[in-house]
């Protein structure tokens, strides 16, 4: 029987390139993001390349009164719910030391929000005995960095939401996969100086398809990202603080 | 928006040009970039001269507006965005029993890029151009607002817009008639060729749904024009094809790989591979129709230097005579490489600037180098001499009084684009350099 899946933050080039993963797949899909007209033209491209079905619902991770639309619209399907998390957001580090208020709305796009959402899922989930929570995090939160720490700090502490709720619904069959991509090419990283090895969001999409299958607990994609962050995360702190990588 | 410096460049990797490129993800936002700062839309940069080229400029890259809007199984009327590539069409609707109705010679393509050069495919004798399979096209302008236009509803803008290399505004989506797919296997039919006559001959009379022949640009004298005929035909089998992994060039290629000598020995293996009694294999739609897909960046293989690609047609009257001409300059400068095509081509076409008529066209790969440029100028003389065409998705090479000579609907053209584009907001390179826009 086809699973479903939701999929948060549908309109971002990840968001989008894994709803078509799914959508090759079979499942039925739930898109939540912010543009409806733009949803609804995903949700016929992924209609068109064999989903089961596609809902479009509008998302605001910012408006928790948005979060209970999405629920009933997975709950509508039978079987396993699955859920995909691509929202966040990065706020250049100076806008962030110029205003405060800027790096609450990181925190919050990027952390607290996606972690009141799942944390209205999860009881669902474990109703149906089963299903997979793909966040997206960040190597970003691996370390702070003096180029963007607010946004690492909300991603690390996203990290250590997924690590716990993984503990939690291992329980009832269900699994949570922490993903750290290092640098893909979406429209947050077009024309940035400075990046290097970017990963296309197909490429990224394909390697969540194959952690969920293998339940992986941490996916670094593209893996190399695993060796890069294990010499800076080694690198001892009286040098790190000194650096600016 | 955001803007990104990046190289521009055709597939042949001659003409290139530093432009600013902006990528929207959404209608909306490439409607937002179009009223700021109005740009030629580029595809796939699969064109081989300067079409995709706007140096010292804009561009907006098209490639992530690549959804399917919507799919009628009963018409097989496709609505899609423009960045939508025919591969994609191809994996995603040969299973469900359609397949664009023209495919051009390789998959990468978007579907912007084909209406907007009205490509054509190994069937134009019977299906036409793309652009003939094309319903409607969304447009948007320089101001940013989209307008949908079909044959009926704006026959001109429509006509000018069909092969119109993007001067009448952004193609952001487009309805295509699909045709049915039978199969996702073909059954090839090759046979050879022994010289030019045999192989024209053989081309007229090939009745086959896909046709099109592999000509030797080496051989001289009595084997000058030989080749291999290749006939194709969709059967019923319902065998999932084999699919290899597709290969990557990894760096450019020295100059010996493609030298004289090594091209010839090639040329010969490659024509002496087909029995004298012809042979039939059965090949995955992908295979057949984008064979060069397999080997991602295969530019690459020409070097640094890049190449020029050489496409003409001829009318059925000077073809012969003008074949065998430009057969000999070419084997006589053995400067050649392995891909070479000779087709037969119908009276098919969209828009006032499309390529094809009835006859035959010929197209061969040359590595760029003074002497294959001179031989390239030789080349696009005769063609315009003997009345036939040069290809602007193909060419890096011809003049402005050419491309006069050989599109005689080029000043009916330029009448309609400059009421759409009256700032001159969407020309790119090639169109500076053949001065398409320029009133004679």
């Not at chain 1, 899946?5 to 989008?16: E, K, P, T, Y």
């Not at chain 1, 009164?65 to 079987?79: H, L, Q, R, T, V």
């Not at chain 1, 194959?210 to 001892?236: C, D, G, Q, V």
């Not at chain 2, 740009?39 to 959804?67: C, E, F, K």
Request: hydrophobic fraction near 40%; aromatic fraction near 8%; include cysteine.
């Amino acid at each position: 029987m086809s699973q479903t899946w939701i999929i948060l933050g549908a309109g971002s080039a990840m968001g989008r390139a894994f709803a078509r993963k799914a959508a090759t797949q079979g499942a039925h899909l739930v898109l939540a993001a912010r543009d409806q007209d733009d949803l609804d033209r995903t949700a016929a491209d992924c209609l068109a390349r064999g989903a089961a079905s596609a809902a479009a619902v509008l998302f605001d991770v910012r408006k928790p009164e948005s979060f209970a639309p999405i629920y009933d619209a997975a709950k509508a399907n039978d079987g396993i719910i699955n859920t995909a998390v691509f929202v966040g957001s990065m706020a250049p580090q100076d806008d962030v030391d110029a205003d405060p208020n800027v790096g609450d709305l990181t925190i919050q796009d990027s952390f607290t929000g996606p972690v009141n959402f799942l944390h209205g899922l999860a009881p669902i989930m474990e109703a149906r005995k089963g299903g997979t929570v793909l966040g997206i995090g960040s190597v970003a939160g691996d370390r702070g960095r003096i180029g963007n720490y607010i946004y690492g700090a909300a991603k690390a502490g996203f990290h250590t939401y997924l690590s716990g709720l993984r503990n939690r619904l291992n329980r009832s069959g269900g699994h949570v996969v922490t993903v750290k991509p290092g640098f893909v090419d979406t429209a947050m990283t077009w024309g940035i100086e400075g990046m290097f090895l970017v990963a296309s969001p197909e490429q990224i999409a394909q390697d969540l398809w194959t952690a969920h299958e293998k339940r992986k607990n941490t996916l670094y994609t593209p893996f190399f990202w695993r060796y890069i962050m294990a010499i800076i995360k080694s690198i001892p702190e009286p040098i790190f603080k000194k650096l600016s990588v | 928006m955001r803007w990104k410096t990046a190289e521009l460049t055709g597939w042949g990797r001659v003409l290139t040009g530093k432009a600013e490129l902006a990528r929207p993800e959404k209608p909306a936002a490439l409607s937002q970039i179009l009223k700021k700062s109005p740009a030629p839309a580029i595809g796939a940069q699969r064109s081989y001269g300067d079409a995709a080229v706007n140096g010292n400029g804009r561009a907006i890259d098209m490639t992530r507006l690549d959804r399917f809007i919507s799919f009628d199984p009963e018409t097989g009327i496709l609505h899609a965005e423009a960045g939508c590539s025919i591969t994609d069409m191809l994996d995603t609707f040969a299973p469900q029993g359609w397949m664009p109705a023209v495919m051009p010679g390789t998959g990468f393509a978007t579907l912007g890029g084909c209406i907007a050069h009205d490509v054509h495919g190994k069937n134009h004798h019977k299906a036409g151009t793309f652009g003939q399979h094309v319903v409607a096209v969304d447009l948007m302008g320089a101001d940013g607002s989209t307008k949908t236009i079909t044959p009926e509803s704006d026959p001109a803008l429509f006509k000018a817009t069909i092969g119109g290399l993007g001067q009448t505004g952004a193609i952001v989506s487009a309805k295509i008639k699909m045709i049915p797919c039978s199969s996702r296997l073909i059954q090839v039919d090759e046979r050879r060729a022994a010289n030019l006559v045999e192989f024209m001959e053989m081309l007229k009379a090939s009745n086959a749904t896909y046709c099109v022949g592999w000509i030797d640009g080496t051989a001289n004298g009595q084997s000058l024009g030989r080749g291999i005929l290749e006939e194709a035909e969709l059967t019923s089998s319902n065998m999932a094809p084999k699919r290899r992994k597709p290969r990557k060039v990894p760096f450019n290629a020295p100059k010996f790989a493609l030298s004289p000598p090594t091209v010839r020995l090639f040329n010969r293996m490659y024509f002496n591979r087909i029995p004298k009694q012809g042979r039939g294999v059965l090949r995955s739609l992908k295979d057949f129709f984008f064979p060069l897909d397999k080997i991602h960046d295969w530019n690459k293989l020409y070097g640094k230097r890049g190449f020029h690609q050489f496409q003409c047609v001829l009318p059925d009257e000077t073809a012969e005579r003008t074949l065998r001409d430009m057969l000999r300059l070419i084997a006589d400068a053995g400067l050649a490489s392995p891909l070479a095509v000779l087709k037969r081509t119908g009276a098919g076409r969209a828009g006032l600037l499309s390529f094809p008529m009835e006859g035959f066209t010929l197209a061969l790969d040359f590595p760029n180098s003074e002497k294959s440029r001179a031989l390239v100028a030789q080349l696009n003389a005769l063609a315009a001499e003997a009345g036939g065409r040069i290809y602007f998705a193909k060419d890096s090479l011809a003049t402005a009084a050419q491309a006069r000579q050989m599109y005689p609907e080029l000043a009916e053209w330029q009448k309609t684009v400059e009421a759409a584009d009256p700032e001159g907001a969407f020309k790119t390179d090639l169109i500076r350099r053949l001065k398409l826009r320029t009133p004679a």
